[in-house]
């Protein structure tokens, strides 16, 4: 069955870094959009970045920008989300998804996706 899943994440000081990666399974990732998500605790879903399947563009969000950078590892079937610099208002489940025949600007805004993985906790504490 076609599915994703995350793994990476786990509890970090402010400051730290976490590398999350994203494996799929069923499909072939590359010729998917792909997004990460976050939802912390009280608020709801929120894009993070994307990039397009095609061309390689990508999408941050405004308060990411600098900081995190999302990537493929097409060898692997695997996407990646590298996180630095972070801190406490990062603390939040991540997931990865993916979406066919979508834009990128689409899946970013409308969280609009045909594959989501179960998360991955990401906690940045002191």
């Known amino acids: 069955q076609l599915q994703l899943v995350e793994s990476g994440g786990g509890l970090v000081q402010p400051g730290g870094s976490l590398r999350l990666s994203c494996a799929a399974s069923?499909?072939?990732?590359?010729?998917?959009?792909i997004g990460w998500f976050r939802q912390a605790p009280g608020k709801e879903r929120e894009g993070v970045s994307c990039?397009?399947?095609?061309?390689?563009?990508?999408y941050y969000r405004d308060s990411v920008k600098g900081r995190f950078t999302i990537s493929r590892d097409n060898a692997k079937n695997t996407v990646h989300l590298q996180m630095n610099s972070l801190e406490p208002e990062n603390t939040a489940v991540c997931y990865c998804?993916?979406?066919?025949?979508?834009?990128?600007?689409?899946?970013?805004?409308?969280?609009?996706?045909?594959?989501w993985g179960r998360g991955t906790q990401v906690a940045v504490s002191s």
């Open positions: 069923g499909f072939t990732l590359d010729y998917y959009v």
């Open positions: 990039m397009g399947s095609s061309d390689g563009s990508t």
């Open positions: 998804a993916a979406a066919a025949y979508t834009a990128v600007q689409t899946v970013y805004i409308m969280k609009k996706c045909d594959y």
